[in-house]
């Protein structure tokens, strides 16, 4: 079935360090792909998005590029704040899915000052 | 807006205990949603709603049942609690179909069963 894969284990990192996080995904449609941000004792929200191959969704500094050929929605920033600590999802959409999200187990984000 | 709301945001149920959560939207949305999140697990779907009136099964379902007698609001009901549905609760909701469609999340509520 459709899912989604982001890289095993928390992710600790200083201040102004680059951020990656990879996620990869599975489907048999052409899925839309959203990266959600969780802050510490909140729900989740929307961070960017793409809905087609080659968007590159950006949102506060980070970014994420649909790539069809890797089946991947890596994200990045360049330079990271304390206040980005949070924990990272990332999600598909099928357009015939009655909009349900399939999401990744979730990457714990750590910035030292 | 308050956009989704979540009620209780806390509670602690012994083992066979019944509750109930609710989840409300002031957005007019059409879809709702109940997800539990679990550490390393991510969200799962538990129960989701196209419309009033009507819910459909999602990945975890088990033990859990659900009603939208109203279009705003979303429950999610446990009959006879178990340690294994000690989780965090979130609901969702978003407009209906479509590509570019966003789930809004609420603050969820914290849950454990002893």
């Known amino acids: 079935g459709d899912s989604v894969t982001q890289m095993e284990g928390p992710v600790t990192l200083s201040e102004e360090a680059f951020l990656t996080i990879n996620c990869t995904y599975t489907?048999?449609?052409?899925?839309?792909l959203f990266w959600y941000v969780q802050y510490p004792g909140e729900g989740l929200q929307l961070l960017l998005k793409a809905t087609k191959a080659d968007d590159k969704g950006s949102n506060k500094g980070f970014e994420a590029t649909y790539r069809k050929e890797t089946t991947s929605f890596h994200l990045e920033k360049g330079s990271v704040q304390v206040s980005d600590s949070a924990v990272y999802f990332c999600?598909?959409?099928?357009?015939?899915?009655?909009?349900?999200?399939?999401f990744g187990k979730g990457n714990q984000v750590v910035v030292i000052p | 807006n308050a956009g989704v709301t979540q009620t209780p945001k806390f509670r602690v149920l012994k083992t066979g205990q019944s509750m109930t959560l609710l989840c409300a939207q002031d957005?007019?949305?059409?879809?709702m949603y109940w997800y539990r999140q679990d550490p390393g697990m991510g969200l799962r779907l538990i129960h989701y709603?196209?419309?009033?009136?009507?819910?459909a099964k999602g990945e975890v379902p088990d033990g859990y049942n659900v009603s939208r007698l109203k279009k705003q609001n979303f429950l999610l009901g446990l009959e006879s609690a178990a340690p294994s549905q000690t989780s965090v609760y979130f609901c969702?909701?978003?407009?209906?179909?479509?590509?570019?469609?966003?789930?809004?999340f609420g603050p969820g509520t914290r849950l454990t069963v002893l």
């Open positions: 999600a598909l959409s099928l357009y015939y899915g009655n909009n349900r999200l399939a």
């Open positions: 709603s196209v419309g009033e009136g009507t819910t």
């Open positions: 489907a048999t449609g052409y899925p839309s």
């Open positions: 969702a909701s978003s407009h209906g179909q479509g590509v570019n469609n966003e789930q809004f």
């Open positions: 957005m007019n949305h059409e879809y």
